[in-house]
């Protein structure tokens, strides 16, 4: 494992994005079918457009909701209230110009491409394309239903097939790319191997430095010493700078009492307990990150991050199928990260049943007890990462030492 984002969260966050990206398009088009509308009130005050305007401020109202939260209900309520307004929004414009106005005009196809936005952010690729389907098909339905009670002639939008179209292709390419060999994001990886290329750099400076304090200065000291036993005090020195080296006290910085601060921090907090507690468990769980972001935590959400962390450990031991983890710590003046990976089995949470309440209660109750939040990215067969954000206390500023050395020793 590395600090880099796990395969399986990749196909998550791609679909996240293009959820994004369509509400924003279907914002734009709501937007701007208000103002085409706004505008032909003016030129034509006799008209009675206001109803149009208040079914296109009803969609957009449900469309900020679903930009907000995202979830089936809102997903549903979007497509079938968006329908309803196509449908209204349609009536309006076709009696109200009668004879004039076509199934394909410009406000009508800008609600029906807003409908085909919907962006649901599903755990296939399939799940977006049906919703855009969805979308489609019931804008079109409304508007075929809208002309039939009018006499205006129902016309095949070539705008929204084209945006349908558009979607699917979107989907269907991002589908068959990651269907071939899958590259690691590597932004955090290159990070990681630029600091650990940065300290053999300094290790090393400081070893040529030490050899030429110590044993090049004894060899000289030897060559030029007179003939017969060594002087006590250049023994003695020889001695001692003997087990600085083999102690390997060199490697400390000046700021050592500091390091051995951070290290001593991370030994005695809860989080550590946890991991190890695991480990006797028989689970290898590989620790990295800022593991000294554990002191910006106070008594009650250390222990509610470290009993949550255990139970995620202990879910990946009893359901994952895999003995090894990761476990990454991130720190900032705000908040504390805890992130548990594994590469297993994975899961859907939708599908989880109702007796399996580890991951409900000793998780999710026991994090936003203290004000924080735990998101879950999996899906079957490609394994499972938690993120658990709690905030830091107000004022518990933490030390920027990154504890690298001392996570090493105590993973």
Same mark, same amino acid.
């Not at 804008?139 to 239903?145: D, K, L, P, W, Y």
């Not at 939008?157 to 097939?161: F, G, K, L, S, Y």
């Not at 951070?262 to 550590?272: E, I, P, T």
């Not at 518990?396 to 050395?405: I, Q, Y």
């Given at each position: 494992m590395s600090l880099g984002l796990p395969v399986h969260l990749v196909p998550h966050n791609v679909r996240r994005g293009m959820a994004r990206a369509s509400h924003v398009v279907a914002l734009v088009c709501l937007g701007a079918a208000i103002l085409v509308t706004v505008s032909v009130q003016s030129q034509f005050p006799d008209r009675v457009l206001w109803p149009a305007l208040v079914a296109m401020a009803v969609m957009t109202g449900i469309l900020v909701a679903l930009m907000r939260f995202r979830t089936l209900v809102w997903t549903a309520a979007y497509l079938f209230v968006g329908a309803a307004c196509v449908f209204w929004v349609s009536l309006v414009a076709l009696t109200q110009f009668p004879g004039t106005t076509t199934s394909d005009t410009?406000?009508?196809?800008?609600?029906?491409?807003?409908?085909?936005?919907?962006?649901?952010?599903?755990t296939r690729t399939f799940h977006a394309?049906?919703?855009?389907?969805?979308?489609?098909?019931?804008?079109?339905?409304?508007?075929?239903?809208?002309?039939?009670?009018?006499?205006?002639?129902?016309i095949v939008?070539?705008?929204?097939?084209a945006s349908f179209l558009l979607v699917v292709t979107?989907?269907?390419?991002?589908?068959?790319?990651?269907?071939?060999?899958?590259?690691?994001?590597?932004l955090h990886r290159a990070a990681r191997d630029e600091q650990i290329a940065a300290t053999r750099y300094r290790i090393e400076a400081k070893a040529a430095a030490v050899m030429h304090d110590t044993v090049l200065n004894h060899l000289a000291a030897i060559a030029n010493a007179p003939d017969g036993p060594l002087r006590r005090q250049l023994r003695e020195q020889i001695d001692r700078d003997l087990e600085v080296l083999v102690g390997e006290e060199?490697?400390?910085?000046?700021?050592?009492?500091?390091?051995?601060?951070?290290?001593?921090?991370?030994?005695?907090?809860?989080?550590?307990a946890a991991v190890d507690e695991a480990r006797e468990l028989g689970l290898d769980?590989? &620790?990295?990150?800022? #593991?000294? %972001? @554990?002191?910006r935590l106070?008594?009650?959400?250390?222990?509610?991050? =470290?009993?949550?962390?255990?139970?995620?450990?202990v879910n990946v031991l009893k359901h994952s199928g895999t003995d090894q983890a990761e476990l990454v710590v991130y720190g900032s003046d705000r908040e504390v990260s805890v992130m548990v990976i594994d590469a297993g089995a994975g899961f859907s949470e939708e599908e989880t049943g109702d007796d399996r309440l580890g991951l409900r209660h000793s998780v999710?109750?026991?994090?936003?007890?203290?004000?924080?939040?735990?998101?879950?990215?999996?899906?079957?067969?490609?394994?499972?990462? &938690?993120?658990?954000? #709690?905030? %830091? @206390?107000?004022?518990?500023?933490?030390?920027?030492?990154?504890?690298? =050395?001392?996570?090493?020793?105590?993973?």
């Open positions: 410009f406000v009508l196809s800008m609600l029906k491409v807003a409908l085909i936005m919907v962006g649901f952010v599903g394309v049906f919703a855009a389907g969805a979308g489609f098909v019931l804008a079109g339905v409304a508007t075929m239903v809208a002309v039939r009670q009018t006499d205006a002639v129902f939008d070539a705008t929204a097939v979107l989907h269907l390419g991002l589908a068959a790319g990651r269907r071939g060999p899958s590259a690691q994001p590597s060199w490697l400390l910085d000046a700021d050592a009492g500091t390091y051995d601060q951070a290290r001593n921090d991370w030994l005695q907090s809860r989080l550590f769980v590989e &620790v990295t990150g800022d #593991v000294h %972001a @554990v002191t106070g008594t009650e959400r250390a222990t509610a991050v =470290a009993l949550a962390t255990k139970q995620c450990l999710r109750r026991r994090i936003e007890s203290v004000g924080g939040t735990v998101q879950v990215w999996s899906r079957p067969g490609k394994g499972t990462t &938690v993120m658990i954000r #709690v905030p %830091a @206390v107000e004022g518990a500023l933490g030390s920027d030492l990154r504890t690298e =050395a001392a996570v090493e020793e105590a993973s």
